[in-house]
């Protein structure tokens, strides 16, 4: 597997997912997960969450935009718990894909993978969208860290080398 592979999945800026988004009242979203999810969890070695997820998120956004326009108080309700269903799973789903991404660069890469529990509420998808395409640049970060910690503890080793062999000399 090459690093590369999981943004190659999404291939899509956050900026322009935000955008399309709202032009399309969300849908964009549905489309967006239900086209990526097959190749996420081939790339990631999980089952995020079944295809049957994105199905409800799908029905708990129609029904909410179908409930939204009466003023009668029964479809008004239905429009509330729509609207709580339809967050409280894309929420879900933003933590089960976190975990899975953290986990993907622990195994996969040894590293580990930070990513904001905060963002991933309040932003949920679009958190996601943006963790995966920052995860090759992560990486590449935790790598010249880890080379620069190493480069620094060299230099020392051979100074305390140095030291043993001069007072090996002078004895």
């Known amino acids: 597997m090459n690093i590369k592979d999981l943004k190659s999945v999404t291939n899509i800026g956050t900026f322009k997912l935000l955008l399309l988004s709202c032009i399309t009242g969300g849908i964009y979203l549905l489309m967006w997960m239900y086209r990526n999810q097959a190749r996420l969890n081939a790339i990631l070695g999980q089952n995020i969450v079944a295809d049957k997820f994105i199905i409800g998120l799908g029905v708990a956004l129609y029904?909410?935009?179908?409930?939204?326009?009466?003023?009668?108080?029964?479809?008004?309700?239905?429009?509330?718990?729509?609207?709580?269903?339809?967050?409280?799973?894309?929420?879900?789903?933003?933590?089960?894909?976190?975990?899975?991404?953290?986990?993907?660069?622990?195994?996969?890469?040894?590293?580990?993978f930070k990513m904001n529990g905060f963002y991933t509420c309040i932003f949920t998808i679009f958190y996601i969208n943006y963790c995966i395409n920052d995860f090759e640049t992560a990486y590449n970060e935790h790598l010249s860290f880890t080379n620069k910690n190493s480069d620094h503890l060299q230099p020392q080793e051979t100074v305390t080398e140095t030291v043993i062999e001069e007072v090996v000399e002078t004895k």
Not at 85 to 112: D, I, P, S
């Open 63 to 112: 029904w909410s935009g179908v409930a939204s326009g009466s003023g009668n108080p029964v479809t008004l309700m239905i429009n509330v718990i729509a609207l709580i269903a339809y967050a409280v799973m894309y929420v879900m789903w933003a933590f089960k894909m976190r975990k899975a991404l953290q986990h993907y660069a622990v195994t996969q890469y040894h590293f580990k």
